[in-house]
């Protein structure tokens, strides 16, 4: 007797078109959301570090200020502040201008630098300014060197500051720190060519981080760093 073998049937079909649709509708929506959550990151990432510049910029500067300062007036007859040309302007922003005889014992420069400034080249970091220059979109702190080079040349040192305000005293002073300045400081401020301590505020703008009303969010803010200088020539005509 011959029998008969039945093969079973398999079925290959593949996926319905409409559960093509719906697979794809659901990998573009979660890719859409990946990279829209992926550029949220990059662009606080880079607001983030941005401000971190600017703060190590600002801290950069007040530092070379403070130095430069307390320099000030080495080898003359005053503590090297030129009050003539230091000043606050309109929108608060202080100026300062520096002078100092740094080579007066450099057998190396001329007899002229040595005995006095106002030699170009050789006088480069005897006669400067710190000022605020306002640019389109933010305040950029320079400095300017007149016997560099011949005209004298420019510098930024630190921008995206909110402001520079210089503070003059006769003693060491204490105060309080408020906004963009200082407050309630313990002595009377005097004029700039008499000071023997100055106080230096410098007020650095940051960018808002991240979207309001998202984790993390940090709203735009100023922040205020400050250096005390003691100016170490000051005092040295009366000895």
Known sequence: ???????????????????????????????????????QALNVRTRTNANTDAL??????????????????????????VGGDTATDAHGNSTIRLRSNGNRFDESVSTE??????????????????????????????????????????TVLANRLDGLHLHYFDQKVSYNTSGCDISGVSAAEVAPDVAKYLVIAVCVEL???????????????????????????SSLPTY
């Not at 190590?56 to 502040?81: K, P, T, V």
């Not at 630098?113 to 950029?140: C, H, K």
Request: hydrophobic share 45%; no cysteine.
């Open 113 to 154: 630098a040595r005995n006095g400034i106002g030699v170009v080249g050789e006088d480069a970091g005897e006669d400067f300014e710190y000022f605020i220059y306002r640019a389109q979109n933010t305040n950029l702190l320079a400095r300017y060197d007149r016997y560099t080079v011949a005209g004298g040349s420019s």
């Open 1 to 39: 007797m011959v029998r008969k073998l039945k093969m079973a049937k398999t079925s290959n079909g593949g996926f319905s078109l409409l559960e093509l649709l719906i697979s794809m509708t659901m990998t573009i929506t979660v890719m859409g959301i990946a990279t829209a959550l992926l550029a």
């Open 207 to 233: 960018d808002a981080v991240g979207t309001p009303g998202s984790a993390g969010f940090q709203p735009a803010k100023s922040v205020l760093l400050v250096s005390d200088v003691a100016l170490r020539n």
């Open 56 to 81: 190590a910029d600002a801290q950069r500067a007040i530092n070379i200020m403070s130095r430069e300062i307390a320099n000030a007036g080495f080898n003359l007859n005053s503590n090297g502040i």
